[in-house]
């Protein structure tokens, strides 16, 4: 707005603003930095199954240990990325990683990759998917997109097509941070989603007594089980929340009660062996083979 009124520009700068239009474009040459010399990193987090206890897949998660600032949360840095259009290749570089890294896990567990708006808006989205697919060997089945609300802001109709596209390729979707944002029935209604992942602050504080959200998460799993959806409880950090989660029909669970996120080579490590968990009483063991 300050740039339409022309000679006014600099009225509406403080010192800070620019400060901190500063700090945002040394963000964005880091990043490019970063994505150029491999300094980037996956961390994976474990999702379980309720039903078995056992490792069922892992979220692929961002990881940017800056070399001045040390490590930033990429909901720091995503925002940026999107902004200045680093999220293609940023995307590009987390969906091809993750496929070849899940390519090799000992177990065919399931890896989900967040996806970007911007990247879903991308008609040669599909192409990619596809190539990341043929390249690492991974099952097309074995690869779940996150998406989040954010994509239906697009109303051009090329929603709809990029939906078809990527279920035409195989590939599982599913929607994340669902009960945040907008959170139009409608978006249910009309796009094949395979998973729900309700979002964490439903999940805060549910196991306590009098607390609204176990209703919430309880409407939410009964909506997906008609719709022939999974859930996933995003953000279970106690023992208690497992009970209640179990006890609310959530198929799946992921949070630190399970374990935070780890480097790839610690993947292969969980899937091999027992893995070790902070809730007592539920291990996480290998499946049997
Ligand atoms: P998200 O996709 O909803 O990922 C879950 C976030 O919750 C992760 O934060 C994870 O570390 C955190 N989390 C998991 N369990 C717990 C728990 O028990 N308690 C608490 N307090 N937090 C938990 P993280 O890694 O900081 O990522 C934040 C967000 O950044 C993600 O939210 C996602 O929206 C975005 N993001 C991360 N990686 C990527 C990526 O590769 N591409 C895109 N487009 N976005 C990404
Ligand atoms: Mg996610
Ligand atoms: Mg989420
Ligand atoms: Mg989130």
Redesign the pocket.
């Known amino acids: 707005a300050a740039k339409a009124d022309g000679r006014g520009v600099h009225r509406f700068y403080s010192e800070d603003m620019l400060a901190g239009a500063r700090s945002r474009k040394a963000l964005e040459d880091d990043m490019r930095t970063a994505l150029g010399e491999g300094g980037f990193e ?2 994976y ?1 474990p999702v379980v199954s309720t039903a078995t206890t056992q490792i069922a897949g892992y ?5 940017w240990n800056h070399p001045v600032r040390g490590p930033i ?3 720091d840095f ?1 925002p940026v ?2 902004e200045c259009g680093l ?1 293609e290749a ?2 590009e570089w ?1 969906l091809r990683t ?1 496929c070849v890294q899940a390519a090799r896990w000992p177990r065919a567990v399931r890896v989900a ?4 708006p911007i ?1 879903f808006a991308n008609p040669a989205f599909p192409a990619l998917v596809t190539s990341a697919l043929a390249h690492s060997g991974l099952a097309a089945d074995r690869l779940e997109l ?1 998406i ?1 609300e954010g994509v239906f802001l697009d109303e051009s109709g090329a929603t709809d097509a990029m939906f078809k596209a990527l279920k035409g390729i195989g590939v599982r979707l599913a929607l ?2 669902f009960g945040t944002g907008y959170s139009s029935l409608g978006y249910l209604r009309n796009a094949p989603f395979d998973k729900i ?1 309700i ?2 602050s439903f ?1 805060r504080g549910a196991a306590q007594p009098g607390n609204r959200n176990a209703a919430i998460i309880r409407a939410i799993v009964t909506l997906a089980d008609t719709l022939g959806m999974e859930t996933t409880a ?4 106690v023992q208690d929340e497992i009970e209640l989660i179990r006890r609310l029909g959530c198929s799946h669970i ?4 399970y374990g ?2 780890v480097p790839a080579d610690q993947v292969v490590e969980q899937l091999g062996g027992v893995v070790q968990v902070a809730a007592v009483g539920h291990k996480v063991s290998r499946a049997p083979r």
């Open positions: 996956l961390g987090q979220e692929a998660l961002l990881r949360s990429p909901a995503i990325a999107e999220i940023l995307g987390v993750a990759v967040n996806v970007s990247q996150e989040t994340d941070d992942k979002d964490q999940v995003e953000g279970v950090e992921q949070g630190y009660v935070r996120s």
